[in-house]
């Protein structure tokens, strides 16, 4: 460690030393936050409630100056940095053990530019903080599908949701963006402005930078879409999810289609699928017919719905501080044999588990690979077990269910996964995630972060630190 008086400390602690807090407080406007203070236990936490972590103090950003000088006084001291937005990752990656938190949750301003079609966010915007001030204007760009999670995570490792197939991931979408670098300069990436950087940020995570302002290309959406839920009985569910396979691989881009297995609150299982269909009301009625018609669904909720709604659909099912593990793959269709391993595994399900399958394809499928580093744009699924609890002692077999179904599908997988899906997996899963773009990102990873300041993410590793 760098500096004197800390010899005791481990590399990367932050000093609990008042006068080391202090120093922190003087450099920032926003509020630190340290051990001992009554906003500590709260300002440690992150979603997953298995995440039990405890930094050396947490600032919250007040703007882009605020984070610069955190980057500044985190390298001035060679402190372990961790970067939060939404608190979101399921591995915990934006809570560390005593280090610095560099959390940007407090900084929310966005602008909606109704004629350009474009909106500039600050990177502590949440997903409904987003749509609710795009549709404020008719408008809207792709995000994900719980409202609490934070537009910057999920927009640099990619981002899927309800209007991925029609416009594309988060990250295609964006135009600019500002970024403090791990030198702690601040800069304007575009395609025009740092072009190998603005590649990299589409995709790659948080290796490279920290991300204050997001710009994106927005479009016309709703503000009310067909959409809702149709469920069939776990006895019928082999033949419906045939029939879904059929129906989501030939669908329009307009039409998302995100199923799963999962369990209604009186214990029985099901087949649900969710759908979206992004454009009018009567087209999307024409569409949806075969699949309304197909079976004897149990519940059928498909109804005109805002589009703000729709995108929250599935926050009750998230709410923070539950415990949750997943493990993730990406599927190019749903064959007879893997349906038949996913209800088996299904069956034997603990309470509160659920097996995803988030339908991607359309736009998403025709930008080039090479255009950003998302990379596994042939997959038309993105198949994850979820397990969902609350009592410490059903850790491991919660785990292991998931697991075990993960392993038991890896015969059916494209082999790649999304990087935002992965927890702490290992580098091998990260070049999966990257496939033919890692050595580029590795390259840019040498060139932007040589010492690996930023490394608590999905973590492309410099040459230098290898
Ligand atoms: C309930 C739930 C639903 C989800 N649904 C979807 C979905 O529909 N579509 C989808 O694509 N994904 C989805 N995800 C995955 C989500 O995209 C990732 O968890 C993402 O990392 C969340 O971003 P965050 O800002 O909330 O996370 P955080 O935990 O705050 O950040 C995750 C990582 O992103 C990096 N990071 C965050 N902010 C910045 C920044 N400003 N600059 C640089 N690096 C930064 C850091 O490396 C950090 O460790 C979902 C996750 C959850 C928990």
Not at 164 to 170: E, N, T
Not at 441 to 466: E, G, H, S, V
């Amino acid at each position: 460690m760098s500096g004197t008086g800390f010899a005791k400390q481990r590399a990367g602690e932050l000093s609990s030393q008042a006068s080391e807090i202090a120093a922190l407080r003087q450099v920032v406007r926003g509020e630190v936050v340290a051990p001992g203070d009554v906003a500590y236990d709260q300002a440690r936490r992150v979603w997953n409630g298995m995440i039990d972590r405890r930094p050396g103090a947490v600032v919250y950003c007040a703007g882009s100056d605020d984070v610069v000088a955190a980057v500044k006084f985190a390298r001035s001291r060679s402190l372990l940095v961790a970067v939060r937005a939404g608190g979101h990752n399921i591995g915990g990656a934006s809570v560390c053990d005593g280090g610095l938190v560099i959390d940007l949750s407090r900084m929310k301003q966005i602008e909606v530019d109704p004629i350009r079609r474009t909106a500039r966010a600050q990177a502590g915007l949440n997903l409904g903080e987003f749509d609710t001030a795009t549709q404020a204007h008719g408008l809207a760009t792709t995000m994900g599908v719980n409202a609490d999670t934070g537009i910057a995570g999920l927009t640099l490792g990619g981002g899927f949701g309800k209007l991925g197939r029609k416009y594309g991931l988060s990250c295609d979408n964006l135009i600019s963006a500002e970024i403090a670098t791990a030198e702690g300069r601040l800069l304007r990436v575009s395609a025009t402005e740092h072009a190998d950087l603005f590649w990299a940020i589409r995709g790659g995570g948080g290796n490279f930078g920290i991300v204050t302002t997001f710009e994106y290309r927005l479009f016309a959406v709703g503000p009310t879409l067909l959409a809702g839920s149709i469920s069939h009985p776990y006895d019928r569910a082999r033949d419906a999810m045939r029939f879904y396979q059929a129906f989501a691989s030939s669908a329009p881009d307009e039409l998302s289609l995100d199923a799963a297995l999962a369990t209604t609150p009186s214990g029985e299982r099901v087949f649900n699928i969710s759908c979206c269909y992004v454009g009018p009301i009567e087209q999307g009625e024409r569409v949806l017919k075969p699949l309304r018609a197909y079976g004897a669904p149990i519940q059928d909720q498909i109804a005109p719905r805002a589009y703000v709604e729709i995108q929250s659909a599935g926050d009750a099912i998230f709410p923070r501080g539950r415990r949750y593990y997943w493990k993730a793959q990406f599927l190019r269709e749903l064959s007879d044999p893997a349906i038949d391993v996913l209800l088996t595994h299904y069956a034997n399900a603990p309470s509160g588990s659920l097996l995803v399958l988030q339908h991607v394809g359309g736009a998403i499928a025709r930008v080039p690979i090479a255009e950003t580093p998302y990379a596994n744009r042939d997959a038309l699924y993105d198949c994850f077990p979820i397990s969902i609890w609350d009592d410490p002692e059903e850790d491991a077999a919660h785990i292991l269910w998931a697991r075990e179904l993960w392993d038991a599908m890896r015969p059916f997988s494209t082999g790649g996964v999304y990087a935002n899906n992965l927890g702490e997996e290992g580098t091998e899963r990260v070049e999966a995630a990257y496939g033919e773009n890692y050595p580029r990102l590795l390259a840019l990873k040498n060139k932007y972060d040589p010492t690996n300041f930023f490394r608590l993410n999905q973590n492309i590793k410099p040459m230098a630190a290898c």
